[in-house]
């Protein structure tokens, strides 16, 4: 399985960005899709992550500004970050489980995406 994601970049406080991960490769079906992140000297945490039918979990220091939704049909997830603050600076990567055909369940991350917020 392989997950290609796009979409960081740099931008000011109070701005918006637009994450998108693509899952591919003889997938049968995604349980749950989503996005950790990890700073400069932190540990790497859970940002937002979403289920097949829709159940959504988010961190508290995220909650009512990024929104996680998923294409199903595309095997894509999406993570849309409003009103951004410089904390949010990190390198967020995707993930994806599920089962695979041939294969059984798996676990894929991402390479990672840089957002970097100014002040």
């Known amino acids: 399985v392989q997950l290609q994601a796009s979409g960081g970049g740099l931008v000011q406080a109070g701005g918006s960005l637009r994450l998108s991960c693509a899952a591919s490769?003889?997938?049968?079906?995604?349980?749950?899709m989503g996005w950790y992140r990890q700073a400069p000297g932190k540990e790497r945490e859970l940002v937002a992550s979403?289920?097949?039918?829709?159940?959504?979990n988010y961190a508290d220091s995220v909650k009512g500004r990024f929104t996680i939704s998923r294409d199903n049909s595309k095997n894509t997830v999406y993570l849309q970050m409003n009103s951004l603050k410089p904390e949010d600076t990190a390198v967020y990567y995707c993930f994806s489980e599920g089962v695979r055909a041939g294969y059984g369940e798996y676990e894929q991350w991402g390479q990672g995406t840089l957002v970097t917020v100014s002040s």
């Open positions: 490769g003889n997938i049968l079906s995604i349980n749950n």
């Open positions: 979403i289920t097949t039918g829709g159940t959504t």
